[in-house]
């Protein structure tokens, strides 16, 4: 079992940079692997970043790739999503999501079973 909580969301400008956090609950945190997901209004959840429990491995949505990177710090329970070049339509809330396994679903929300409550970005024009 892991809670997780996210923070480090806000109004930011185009151009600018965020870097959300994900902090988790529980002893076995650092066996799981995390993923980062967003929602925009009136659109569907879509994956934006993942990494594997050792940091080893890490995916990436096309349309942050080569601006936002994902990283872990075990030891303090948290994965970072570190959010630069933003654009207008990475506005959206985002969430962290647990998943005890890896394998070439990464990508998908309904294959992670623990969720945070989500953090709103708001990049402005």
């Known amino acids: 079992q892991v809670q997780l909580t996210e923070s480090g969301g806000g109004l930011v400008q185009a151009g600018g940079s965020l870097r959300l956090s994900c902090a988790a ?6 066996s799981y692997n995390i993923g980062w997901f967003r929602q925009a209004p009136g659109k569907e959840r879509e994956f934006v970043a993942s990494i594997t429990w050792t940091g080893g491995t890490t995916n990436y949505a096309d349309a942050v790739k080569g601006r936002f990177a994902i990283s872990r710090e075990n030891a303090k329970n948290t994965v970072y999503l570190q959010m630069n070049s933003l654009k207008f339509e990475d506005t959206a809330v985002y969430s962290c999501a647990a998943r005890p396994d890896y394998s070439n679903t990464y990508y998908l929300a309904r294959t992670y079973g623990f969720w945070g ?5 708001t990049v402005s024009s």
């Open 25 to 30: 609950s529980g002893r076995t945190f650092s």
């Open 117 to 121: 409550q989500g953090t709103q970005v």
